[in-house]
């Protein structure tokens, strides 16, 4: 079981940066993989990133590419989401997620945040 706590949100101007943190509850923390996932009002959860329980492998959805960078540290049991330039279009409510295997599925992450809002002024 693996409990996991968004922090880090608010509110931003277009073209600034916010760093959100997901702190992880258990001693697995460090074997699973970790994503970051957003939803927006009236839209569907898409994925936005994600990191394998090493940290040496991560992927990034094509909208977050070089914008975007998700990192973790074991020894804390915390993944974390650095976001730079950011746009309107990134307002959301930003969920963490774990998952057994780094996969951009929603559906393959058994275990959640209750997620941390973003919005973006322009």
């Known amino acids: 079981q693996v409990q996991l706590v968004e922090s880090g949100g608010g509110l931003v101007q277009a073209g600034g940066s916010l760093r959100l943190s997901c702190a992880a509850s258990?001693?697995?923390?460090?074997?699973?993989?970790m994503g970051w996932f957003r939803q927006a009002p009236g839209k569907e959860r898409e994925f936005v990133a994600a990191?394998?329980?090493?940290?040496?492998?991560?992927y990034y959805a094509d909208s977050v590419k070089g914008r975007f960078t998700i990192s973790r540290d074991n020894a804390k049991n915390t993944v974390y989401l650095q976001m730079n330039s950011l746009k309107p279009e990134d307002t959301a409510v930003y969920h963490c997620?774990?998952?057994?295997?780094?996969?951009?599925?929603?559906?393959?992450?058994?275990?959640w945040g209750q997620g941390t809002q973003v919005t973006v002024s322009s």
């Open positions: 997620a774990a998952a057994p295997v780094l996969t951009t599925t929603p559906v393959q992450y058994p275990y």
């Open positions: 990191i394998s329980w090493s940290g040496g492998t991560a």
């Open positions: 258990g001693r697995t923390f460090s074997s699973y993989a």
